[in-house]
C-alpha cells in the first residue's frame, strides 16, 4: 500500500484532484483490507463505492447544468464524503491491525467534509454567483 501520508503533505487546492487522491487511497487501502476474509471484503466494496462516488460527484458537478444542479451534486458528494469516513471508522474499529492505515484516511475525509459544508453553505446563501 502507498503512504498515503507521504502524499498528503502538499495537498492539491483544486477540490476535485483532491477528492482523485482520496479515491486512489481508498483504493490500496481496500486492497489490504479485502484480504481478511468476507466480511472485511464486504466492508471494504462499500468504503470503494462511497470513496470513489466524492469524486465522480465532484467531476460531474463541473458540467452542473444550473446553480441547484450545481449544489445537488455537491450535496452528493458530501454525503458519500461522510459515508466512506463511517465505513472507514467501522473497519478501524473492526480491526485494530487498520487504525493505522486508517486515520490519515479518516482524516482526510473530515477534511473533505469541511470543505464541501463550506463551499455548499457559499453557494446556498449567495444568490447572485453562479447562477
Sequence with gaps: MRDASSRRM????????????????????CEAVAE?????????????????SVGANLAESVSAQSKPDYIAKSFIALKETREARFWLR?????RPSFQGRAAPLIAESSELVAILTAG????????????
Excluded: W
Aim: proline share 4%.
Design 10 to 29: 502538499a495537498k492539491p487546492y483544486d477540490l476535485r484532484e483532491r477528492s482523485f487522491i482520496f479515491a486512489c487511497d481508498v483504493v490500496h487501502f
Design 36 to 52: 481478511c476474509g468476507y466480511v472485511m471484503r464486504r466492508l471494504a466494496g462499500q468504503l470503494i463505492d462511497a470513496g470513489g
Design 90 to 94: 467501522l473497519i478501524a474499529a473492526s
Design 120 to 131: 455548499l453553505k457559499t453557494a446556498r446563501s449567495n444568490p447572485s454567483r453562479g447562477s
